[in-house]
């Protein structure tokens, strides 16, 4: 079992429970605490004085981390703030986008650029705000906000790139297309079967696998205790699961399910009742994901040899 898998159980976490909150700890005084009313002040995520972006040539470079058996299954961008070049986990699962810090630190915001876009992020303690598969300190999050005003979050898995453009491009050839609901800052994508059941599910690049709450146990389920973004103890049972997308071929793919994740069934709760769980990397193949407020475009490989 890899041992990173605790943290990213759920990158939904971390924002049910108030993303852009401070992470309280007994040694630090309260003046160098940021308050969540910090996040609010801060300036647009997107420059609305700015023109559409122009035809960029410089995308960020992108590390795409792969498991054991070759799945995509953690992205950092690499990106300048605050004068420091630093690992940006691409995670759809958070509400917000941010930079991190773990000691004194006096200004709300830092400024970047993506993909040709100046870009304001706030920045927000976190006594933990973790590292890379490889071990490298992890700089800050890019979240759902990033296609909040109508922009596409680009990720070339194959080129190791990540592009951030508004209006959208043309589909490519040969993609998938899934319907994107945009509600209340979290992207919902349908079109999705898991084991022939029709599910919507949350888009949640922040987190591995596919993960359903379902309370039926399947065969030959791998346990694993640990806990959620919130450090609140969850079981997972880990196992392969048959996705199709839109109606293509259907794949085996990573499925994780849990018969009890409080913060996970909130969110449901808080999305009408109608989502099964989270959509996570491994499920996503290796070429190209593209999001939107309104769809969410895969290039997959062929289902042989090697589906994802």
């Not at 996040?39 to 995308?59: F, G, H, L, V, Y």
């Not at 303690?125 to 973790?130: D, Q, T």
């Not at 399947?218 to 699961?241: M, Q």
Request: glycine residues 10%; negative net charge; charged residues 20%.
């Amino acid at each position: 079992m890899r041992s990173f898998v605790a943290p990213m159980v759920l990158a939904v976490v971390a924002c049910v429970a108030g993303c852009g909150a401070v992470e309280s700890s007994p040694e630090a005084p309260p003046e160098e605490l940021w308050a969540s009313a910090h996040a609010r002040k801060t300036p647009s995520m997107w420059d609305n004085r700015a023109q559409p972006a122009p035809a960029c040539e410089q995308p960020s470079p992108l590390l795409v981390h792969h498991d054991d058996a070759g799945r995509v299954d953690r992205l950092h961008a690499r990106l300048t703030a605050r004068g420091l070049l630093g690992n940006y986990l691409v995670d759809t699962g958070s509400l917000k986008s941010f930079v991190t810090h773990s000691g004194e630190e006096r200004r709300e915001s830092a400024s970047t650029v993506i993909f040709c876009q100046s870009t304001t992020l706030p920045i927000i303690a976190r006594l933990r705000p973790g590292t890379t598969p490889n071990g490298e300190p992890q700089a800050g999050v890019l979240g759902s906000d990033l296609v909040a005003h109508g922009a596409v979050l680009d990720l070339d898995l194959a080129r190791g790139t990540l592009s951030w453009y508004q209006p959208a491009r043309e589909v490519p050839a040969g993609a998938i297309v899934l319907p994107i609901e945009y509600r209340n800052g979290w992207l919902v994508a349908s079109g999705i079967k898991v084991q022939g059941r029709d599910v919507k599910l949350v888009v949640d690049t922040g987190a591995s696998n596919v993960i359903l709450v379902d309370e039926v146990p399947r065969a030959n389920e791998v346990r694993e205790d640990t806990v959620d973004g919130t450090a609140s103890p969850i079981t997972l049972y880990h196992g392969d699961g048959e996705v199709t997308f839109a109606g293509d071929v259907t794949r085996r793919v990573p499925v994780d399910r849990t018969d009890a994740f409080p913060t996970l069934e909130g969110l449901i709760a808080n999305l009408g009742g109608d989502v099964a769980g989270l959509l996570g990397l491994t499920s996503l193949g290796r070429e190209r994901i593209i999001l939107s407020r309104e769809s969410l475009i895969l290039l997959l490989p062929p289902v042989s040899p090697n589906p994802l």
